[in-house]
């Protein structure tokens, strides 16, 4: 089981720029691939990006492809997700979630991650 914590979270200008943090706990973080799902009022969770355990390989969904990069520090825990050039649409709540690289499944399926933060909430005004 790890722990995760969101961070980095705010009101930003469309155009802007904000880079959300993920600390985990308890088991050993590369023990996990990770994953950014976020949720806007009204709507479902949707998938953001993922990074496989080692950072060799990520993905993102078409809507924040060249505008979002994920990254990982296994030495300090912590995911990011570096966020640029932010559009109104992308106003929602952010969530860290991780599933264990020894599982076979679909990164961008929220059924897929076992383990969830508790989101940070990313507002982008027009």
């Known amino acids: 089981q790890v722990q995760l914590v969101e961070s980095g979270g705010g009101l930003v200008q469309a155009g802007g720029s904000l880079r959300l943090s993920c600390a985990a706990s308890?088991?050993?973080?590369?023990?996990?691939?990770m994953g950014w799902f976020r949720q806007a009022p009204g709507k479902e969770r949707e998938f953001v990006a993922a990074?496989?355990?080692?950072?060799?390989?990520?993905y993102y969904t078409d809507s924040v492809t060249g505008r979002f990069t994920i990254s990982r520090d296994n030495a300090k825990n912590t995911v990011f997700l570096q966020m640029n050039s932010l559009k109104p649409e992308d106003t929602a709540v952010y969530y860290c979630?991780?599933?264990?690289?020894?599982?076979?499944?679909?990164?961008?399926?929220?059924?897929?991650?076992?383990?969830w933060g508790q989101g940070t909430q990313v507002t982008v005004s027009s």
């Open positions: 979630a991780a599933r264990d690289r020894r599982t076979t499944a679909v990164v961008s399926a929220i059924k897929s991650y076992e383990n």
């Open positions: 990074i496989s355990w080692s950072g060799s390989t990520t």
């Open positions: 308890g088991r050993t973080f590369s023990s996990y691939n």
